[in-house]
């Protein structure tokens, strides 16, 4: 076993007393007065704004210190169970308002800050966005650390510090055009560099066998050609409250040789950094791709350098405390955030056992009791296979170990089950269809004694579909966790002027459980309620209008039905079929100028992956859409599309609480969750979607009355694809929809280049894979249903607030329990 860290210092009481920082407005004016001179080197006459956020930031980082400390004595003290959650993304945001509203502290610091009269929410902005995530799958995975926080799950999460995260976009001429993001650019207050928890991590090179004990097998010995150092950088997670104080460790990659001497002192400058550009490349930025298996050789490094290193460190700190890696299971249970951290299974086989001398069979009781795994996507293109090639060279050892687990459960498969042919082929690690891969999703299920889908119908389609024969094969495996958001952030923080009704109208509970949240439903039909739900809506709408008004000057009228679609640009999610709508909205406009159309702004905004050619045509669309609609003086104010550039966490909470409409029209069967229809509805707007991943629960709690859903479901759409289903029969049959195509394609929106859209309308008539053509007539008698309520606004705002009232089962406080209760096995507070 490894012997503990002579360096580690022995664990003393901390004594939380005495050191505790005060909250009070005098002492906090003083101290980030002493920051700025003592730490930044400023007096407050010369300070810049940005050397005043740092000054906040350092002050009220202290006071989370304080908790974290607690905590982490409090854990080593307890030896209870801990959670790793491993996570190729952490989609952050920025920190500062989330931690002061977590400490509870918004008022004070605020008002200490008058006193040199700067103001909290203009320093507040100026924090980076921190982007280290490209959308859903990154945002839950910080939703998440937050809960943990928040209910009293002790954990870290781990991952990696990307040096360049999600690119920023940019629009020119309509199109996107792709920049570098710095976020790190003034330096970041919020992390510790932890040079001493820092690991090799190798790549390549030889396994050798060597002849073990008497009547033992030979032991396996990696020797690795390359080896790059992790070193660990912790940032503090705050949960409501300040409770409980958990750790983001992520890892950034260095040279071992920060520079190779010999060839420096012969003249190769350039040569002599070779191996630290090597090294320092693996975390240099994060993959911009969601929904397409990147496939490159530096992706795989990225996913073994941060398994491996996380794994080490869970070792580490176990020895730290126990005696013994056999009881390993029962003290951390590690989450595998889809399967980009697959590879950890095999690491960990080759970590307990050719590096701890245990018996096979042992560990692989042990590695599957440790794992667990959260699938996000069952689209084709999105699952991980590597070639054998490849990952043979990478990772010759983990190889081998892949080899052995999948002889193994082949063997089981056979024998418990009868399985042959087919289906042994179907729960093989190995596919040897397409030139021989490795199945990331199979060695994940098999390695983890849970895996979740992340909605309902999301896990009844993983049943049916890609893990079919393994379901068969462990039928108690799979289960539903069912994602949820952070109230914290995504109601008190990003609406705060709900927030304040809410709490006046029902009490302060909702803040600590926001189960009570539903409280509020019987003022529903209040009307003088009603009508300040409605005030602060229109705030909130106003709020966005000067955004858009600032960034793209256009002007909106906040009276005007928001009608809101915010996310990444996929074909899938039907961005396509949304802009459709509104070509056809605008000639109806233009041909019966004289009906009482209901004034409506549409709002896009999202990335598409850069070598996503179809996503990138719908952005352009969407932007020679809105510039035609919104130049055309006959449509007066009755429509707007606005496009509004670089979407991101922040933007976001600016969106979210200004929508009257939420868009969540995924074809049915291939959005696994969505979380932004959850932070849309829990801020009072009406959703319009398809039967489609939480939407369908999201149905079930509102009420379906209280819902816009329209469109084929989830089987309904496996069906009209095995009939081999395509759009010219649906289009011709609809002269709104096919008028509406033949603008687009005949270069009304972008006369240019007549012929740009021809792609994208062709592949409705040849094929409507995603079925645009096929749902079209319902969504648009959806829309049209809308306006019909938008004009009775009484009845309008009680379901609006019935969405609020009704939405406290998505918050991620809730999944989270589900998580520790069912997989993990560790307790919460509460
Ligand atoms: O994960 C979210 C879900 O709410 C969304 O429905 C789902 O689309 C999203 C490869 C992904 N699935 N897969 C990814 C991200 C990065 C990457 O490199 C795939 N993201 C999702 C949370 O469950």
């Given at each position: 076993?490894?012997?503990?860290?002579?360096?580690a210092?022995?664990?003393?009481?901390?004594?939380?007393?005495?050191?505790?920082?005060?909250?009070?407005?005098?002492?906090?004016?003083?101290?980030?007065?002493e920051?700025?001179?003592?730490?930044?080197?400023?007096?407050?006459?010369r300070?810049?704004?940005?050397d005043?956020?740092?000054a906040?930031?350092?002050?009220?980082?202290d006071?989370i210190i304080?908790?974290?400390?607690?905590?982490?004595d409090?854990?080593?003290?307890?030896?209870?169970?801990?959670?790793?959650?491993?996570s190729?993304?952490f989609?952050?945001?920025?920190?500062?308002r989330?931690?002061?509203n977590?400490?509870?502290?918004?008022?004070?610091v605020?008002e200490?800050?008058?006193?040199?009269n700067v103001d909290?929410?203009?320093?507040?902005?100026?924090?980076?966005d921190?982007?280290l995530?490209?959308?859903?799958l990154g945002?839950?995975?910080a939703?998440?650390?937050?809960s943990?926080?928040?209910?009293?799950?002790p954990?870290?999460?781990?991952g990696?510090?990307?040096?360049?995260g999600f690119f920023?976009?940019?629009?020119?001429?309509g199109?996107?055009?792709?920049?570098?993001?710095?976020?790190?650019l003034?330096?970041?207050?919020w992390e510790f560099?932890?040079?001493?928890?820092?690991y090799e991590?190798g790549?390549?090179?030889?396994?050798?066998?060597?002849?073990?004990?008497?009547?033992?097998?030979?032991?396996?010995?990696?020797?690795?050609?390359?080896?790059?150092?992790?070193?660990?950088?912790d940032?503090?997670?705050?949960?409501?409250?300040?409770?409980?104080v958990n750790?983001?460790r992520?890892?950034?990659a260095?040279?071992?040789?920060?520079i190779?001497?010999?060839?420096?002192?012969?003249?190769?400058?350039i040569g002599a950094l070779?191996?630290s550009?090597?090294?320092?490349?693996?975390?240099?930025?994060?993959?911009?791709?969601?929904?397409h298996q990147?496939?490159?050789e530096?992706?795989?490094?990225?996913?073994f350098?941060?398994?491996?290193?996380?794994?080490?460190?869970?070792i580490?700190?176990h020895?730290?405390?126990?005696?013994?890696?056999?009881n390993?299971?029962?003290?951390?249970?590690?989450?595998?955030?889809?399967?980009?951290?697959?590879?950890?299974?095999?690491?960990?086989?080759?970590?307990l056992?050719?590096?701890?001398?245990?018996?096979?069979?042992?560990?692989?009781?042990?590695?599957?009791?440790t794992?667990?795994?959260?699938?996000?996507?069952?689209?084709?293109?999105a699952?991980e296979?590597?070639?054998?090639?490849?990952?043979e060279?990478?990772?010759?050892?983990?190889?081998?170990?892949?080899?052995?687990?999948?002889?193994?459960?082949?063997?089981?498969?056979?024998?418990s089950?009868?399985f042959d042919?087919?289906?042994?082929?179907?729960?093989?690690?190995?596919?040897?269809?397409?030139?021989r891969?490795?199945?990331?999703?199979?060695?994940?299920?098999?390695?983890?004694h849970?895996?979740?889908g992340?909605?309902a119908?999301?896990?009844?389609l993983?049943?049916?579909?890609?893990?079919?024969a393994?379901?068969?094969?462990?039928?108690?495996?799979?289960q539903?966790?069912?994602?949820?958001?952070?109230?914290?952030?995504?109601?008190?923080?990003a609406?705060?002027g709900l927030?304040?009704?809410?709490?006046?109208?029902?009490?302060e509970?909702?803040?600590?459980?926001?189960?009570k949240?539903?409280?509020?439903?019987r003022?529903?039909?209040d009307?003088?309620?009603?009508?300040?739900f409605?005030?602060?809506?229109?705030?909130n709408?106003?709020?966005l209008?000067?955004?858009?008004?600032?960034r793209?000057?256009i002007?909106?009228d906040?009276?005007?039905?928001?009608?809101?679609q915010?996310?990444?640009?996929?074909e899938?999610?039907?961005?396509?079929?949304n802009i459709?709508?509104?070509?056809?909205?605008?000639d109806?406009?233009r041909?019966?100028?004289?009906?009482?159309?209901?004034?409506r702004v549409k709002?896009?905004?999202?990335?598409a992956?850069?070598?996503?050619?179809q996503?990138?045509?719908?952005?352009?669309?969407?932007n020679?859409?809105?510039?035609?609609?919104n130049?055309?003086?006959?449509?007066?104010d009755l429509?707007k599309?606005?496009?509004?550039?670089?979407?991101?966490?922040?933007?976001?909470?600016?969106?979210?609480?200004?929508?009257?409409?939420?868009?969540?029209?995924s074809?049915?069967?291939?959005e696994?969750?969505?979380?932004?229809?959850?932070?849309?509805a829990?801020?009072?707007?009406?959703?319009?979607?398809?039967?489609?991943?939480?939407n369908?629960?999201m149905r079930?709690?509102?009420?379906?009355?209280?819902i816009?859903?329209?469109?084929?479901?989830?089987?309904?759409?496996?069906?009209?694809r095995?009939e081999g289903h395509s759009?010219?029969s649906?289009i011709?049959?609809l002269?709104?929809?096919?008028?509406?195509?033949?603008?687009i394609?005949?270069?009304v929106f972008?006369p240019?280049?007549?012929?740009?859209?021809?792609?994208l309308?062709?592949?409705?008539?040849?094929?409507?894979?995603?079925?645009?053509?096929?749902?079209?007539q319902?969504?648009?008698?959806?829309?049209?249903?809308?306006?019909?309520?938008?004009?009775?606004?009484?009845?309008?705002?009680r379901?609006?607030i019935?969405?609020?009232?009704?939405?406290?089962?998505f918050?991620?406080?809730?999944?989270i329990?589900?998580?520790?209760?069912?997989?993990?096995?560790?307790g919460?507070?509460a």
């Amino acid at each position: 076993a490894q012997r503990p860290d002579p360096d580690a210092a022995a664990p003393l009481p901390h004594d939380a007393s005495a050191s505790r920082r005060s909250y009070d407005v005098d002492a906090l004016a003083e101290e980030i007065v002493e920051k700025l001179t003592y730490s930044i080197g400023k007096s407050p006459a010369r300070a810049r704004k940005y050397d005043w956020l740092r000054a906040v930031t350092l002050t009220v980082r202290d006071r989370i210190i304080d908790h974290w400390l607690e905590a982490e004595d409090a854990r080593a003290a307890s030896g209870g169970k801990q959670v790793a959650y491993l996570s190729m993304e952490f989609l952050i945001g920025r920190l500062l308002r989330d931690a002061i509203n977590n400490l509870n502290l918004t008022t004070q610091v605020a008002e200490a800050l008058k006193r040199y009269n700067v103001d909290l929410d203009m320093i507040e902005l100026l924090e980076p966005d921190a982007a280290l995530g490209n959308g859903g799958l990154g945002r839950l995975a910080a939703c998440f650390m937050e809960s943990m926080a928040s209910v009293g799950v002790p954990g870290f999460g781990y991952g990696i510090r990307y040096v360049h995260g999600f690119f920023r976009q940019e629009i020119a001429d309509g199109a996107q055009v792709e920049l570098p993001e710095n976020w790190l650019l003034h330096g970041n207050p919020w992390e510790f560099e932890r040079r001493e928890r820092s690991y090799e991590i190798g790549f390549g090179g030889k396994v050798t066998s060597v002849v073990g004990e008497p009547g033992k097998p030979p032991r396996q010995l990696w020797r690795p050609a390359e080896r790059v150092l992790a070193v660990a950088y912790d940032t503090p997670i705050v949960g409501w409250r300040g409770a409980h104080v958990n750790t983001l460790r992520l890892w950034s990659a260095q040279a071992l040789d920060p520079i190779l001497l010999d060839a420096f002192n012969s003249g190769d400058h350039i040569g002599a950094l070779v191996e630290s550009n090597k090294a320092e490349a693996i975390t240099r930025v994060l993959y911009p791709a969601d929904s397409h298996q990147a496939g490159q050789e530096l992706r795989l490094r990225q996913e073994f350098f941060f398994s491996s290193a996380s794994l080490q460190d869970i070792i580490r700190r176990h020895l730290e405390t126990n005696e013994s890696l056999s009881n390993l299971h029962d003290k951390v249970s590690i989450q595998l955030n889809d399967t980009h951290p697959a590879v950890s299974v095999a690491e960990l086989m080759r970590l307990l056992v050719d590096v701890h001398g245990m018996e096979w069979d042992e560990a692989w009781e042990i590695t599957r009791q440790t794992f667990s795994y959260t699938n996000h996507t069952l689209l084709p293109e999105a699952l991980e296979h590597w070639p054998i090639h490849l990952f043979e060279r990478l990772l010759p050892r983990q190889m081998q170990i892949i080899y052995a687990i999948n002889a193994a459960v082949i063997r089981q498969a056979m024998e418990s089950k009868g399985f042959d042919g087919g289906r042994i082929a179907a729960i093989s690690l190995i596919d040897e269809n397409n030139g021989r891969r490795v199945r990331m999703g199979q060695l994940a299920f098999v390695g983890s004694h849970a895996v979740n889908g992340v909605s309902a119908l999301h896990t009844d389609l993983m049943k049916e579909t890609v893990f079919h024969a393994l379901h068969e094969l462990y039928p108690d495996r799979i289960q539903n966790k069912t994602n949820g958001v952070t109230p914290r952030r995504w109601l008190m923080e990003a609406n705060p002027g709900l927030t304040s009704l809410l709490k006046e109208t029902i009490g302060e509970g909702f803040l600590d459980d926001i189960s009570k949240i539903r409280d509020v439903e019987r003022f529903a039909t209040d009307a003088g309620f009603r009508d300040r739900f409605a005030a602060v809506k229109r705030e909130n709408k106003a709020r966005l209008a000067d955004v858009i008004s600032e960034r793209l000057a256009i002007s909106v009228d906040p009276d005007a039905l928001f009608d809101i679609q915010v996310k990444r640009i996929h074909e899938y999610k039907r961005q396509f079929l949304n802009i459709i709508e509104a070509v056809a909205l605008y000639d109806q406009i233009r041909s019966q100028p004289a009906t009482n159309w209901t004034p409506r702004v549409k709002v896009f905004a999202g990335k598409a992956a850069p070598s996503y050619l179809q996503a990138k045509e719908i952005i352009h669309l969407a932007n020679d859409v809105a510039r035609v609609i919104n130049s055309d003086p006959a449509v007066r104010d009755l429509l707007k599309v606005v496009f509004i550039p670089n979407y991101n966490v922040s933007l976001a909470e600016i969106i979210m609480p200004a929508a009257d409409i939420s868009e969540q029209i995924s074809t049915a069967g291939l959005e696994a969750s969505g979380t932004g229809n959850m932070k849309f509805a829990l801020n009072g707007a009406l959703t319009i979607g398809t039967l489609d991943g939480a939407n369908v629960e999201m149905r079930d709690h509102i009420g379906e009355e209280n819902i816009f859903i329209f469109g084929l479901t989830a089987s309904e759409v496996a069906q009209r694809r095995r009939e081999g289903h395509s759009g010219r029969s649906v289009i011709e049959g609809l002269p709104l929809l096919r008028d509406a195509l033949h603008a687009i394609s005949s270069g009304v929106f972008s006369p240019d280049e007549p012929n740009r859209y021809n792609g994208l309308v062709g592949n409705l008539y040849n094929n409507d894979w995603w079925m645009i053509a096929a749902d079209f007539q319902s969504y648009w008698d959806t829309q049209r249903r809308a306006d019909a309520l938008w004009a009775d606004p009484a009845e309008w705002n009680r379901k609006a607030i019935l969405n609020t009232a009704r939405m406290s089962w998505f918050s991620s406080d809730r999944s989270i329990r589900e998580y520790a209760a069912d997989i993990w096995r560790t307790g919460t507070d509460a």
